[in-house]
């Protein structure tokens, strides 16, 4: 039973540029949260995606976009990189539904460095 | 806003002994608190949760405290073991929405010397 995974594991930009960041849910989870994490700090909470939708957005611009697909597998776009956007990108699945739990799973995440 | 914080950023101890990591958490309308480690590199790893309807969660050598008259989770390890160094964030789901999404403390980074 695969956890969670994403990719890439590494990646380097340039300001300015776009990236595409991917993930992958537990098997039986149907719901995707993202996480920044800057070095030296807790997680903060970019959006989470259900049923295709983003249903809960924290305090991130919107040069933070996702989508989520039918195999509840997820992206994360972010337009117009900044240097402030290096950080580890962790992906969180946990079942949303009808009597879903609070428990959320991590992946490895994705360090992000902007040059 | 609000958020979750940790008392202590470092915590040395040696092997053996036990470890207590503190959390002070400012939403009274949080009803579920998670402790997560994080190992460097890698994702935060689920360790132990605790709902409000509760005051104490016992794991494998860890235990879960919550006292909710003074906002405060703690994290007991017992017998601490050098794979135990690691970073340890509590973390809230305090959202009014219903949905499940986290607010992390900074963390404690955890020593352990055998």
């Known amino acids: 039973d695969a956890g969670v995974t994403q990719s890439p594991t590494h990646l380097i930009k340039t300001r300015g540029q776009q990236v595409t960041l991917r993930c992958s849910p537990k098997?039986?989870?149907?719901?995707v949260s993202w996480y920044q994490q800057a070095l030296g700090q807790g997680p903060q909470f970019i959006f989470q995606?259900?049923?295709?939708?983003?249903?809960q957005r924290g305090n991130f611009p919107d040069r933070f976009s996702g989508h989520q697909f039918p195999n509840y597998s997820s992206e994360l776009n972010v337009n117009a990189l900044l240097l402030g956007d290096s950080a580890l990108y962790l992906c969180?699945?946990?079942?949303?539904?009808?009597?879903?739990?609070?428990?959320?799973?991590f992946g490895p995440g994705t360090r992000l460095t902007v040059t | 806003g609000e958020s979750v914080g940790l008392h202590l950023p470092t915590l040395s101890v040696q092997e053996g002994d036990n470890s207590i990591i503190n959390c002070a958490y400012s939403n009274s309308a949080s009803d579920y608190f998670i402790w997560y480690k994080q190992e460097s590199g890698k994702g935060p790893q689920f360790i132990i949760d605790i709902r409000s309807n509760m005051d104490k969660r016992q794991g494998q050598r860890v235990t879960v405290l919550l006292n909710k008259t003074v906002k405060h989770l703690s994290l007991q390890i017992a017998a601490t073991q050098p794979g135990d160094s690691a970073v340890y964030f509590c973390?809230?789901?305090?959202?009014?929405?219903?949905?499940?999404?986290?607010?992390f403390g900074k963390g404690t980074m955890l020593l352990v010397s055998p």
């Open positions: 973390a809230e789901n305090g959202d009014s929405s219903g949905y499940s999404t986290l607010t």
């Open positions: 098997s039986g989870h149907d719901t």
């Open positions: 969180a699945s946990s079942f949303g539904g009808p009597g879903g739990q609070d428990e959320q799973y």
């Open positions: 995606y259900y049923e295709e939708e983003e249903r």
